[in-house]
């Protein structure tokens, strides 16, 4: 009787445990997503910035020249659409969000789900690492490195759950 009500206890005990875990790891993945508008509206202004960028580095240059050199508009214009393309972070965006998703339903499942975590963990930092990396923009890297000192925090309490 003694044993089954010591079983009882620590079943007890896991159970609050596991709660309180599952509560610090959804207020990690609120203050991710938190971050996400702040992200996603400065990327809006992403093709802008680099078309005003490099029309200033152009007329530098050709203030420099001795020559009249004419700015070609179209050429312009491709390479702007060309930095914005490589720049463009809204597909790691959406996967965030899909991840932080599937996160919080594997949280509810009643069976062993920390590998699975881990790597959801894992998916979550490379997605926050090419936001960091694609972007120029202060205020995208600013977010993109509160989210992954998140992540960082996620990592560290997923490697309690079973």
């Known amino acids: ?43 809006e202004n992403v093709a802008d910035e680099y078309r005003q960028r490099l029309t200033k580095r152009i007329e530098k240059l050709l203030s420099k020249s001795e020559s009249e050199i004419e700015i070609d508009a179209a050429r312009l214009a491709q390479e702007v ?9 809204s597909e790691e965006i959406t996967r965030l969000k899909s991840h932080i998703e599937q996160f919080r339903a594997i949280m509810n499942e009643e069976k062993e789900v920390g590998k699975r975590l881990d790597f959801l963990t894992q998916e979550l930092n490379r997605e926050a690492n090419t936001i960091a990396s694609k972007t120029n923009n202060l205020i995208v890297k600013e977010s993109a490195l509160l989210i992954k000192s998140e992540i960082e925090k996620i990592r560290e309490q997923v490697q309690n759950v079973e």
């Open 81 to 89: 659409a060309y930095l914005a393309d490589r720049s463009d972070i």
């Open 1 to 43: 009787k003694a044993c089954s009500i010591a079983l009882d206890e620590l079943e007890k005990m896991r159970e609050i445990e596991g709660q309180s875990l599952a509560d610090e790891l959804n207020f990690r993945l609120t203050e991710i997503e938190n971050q996400l508008p702040k992200i996603e509206a400065e990327s």
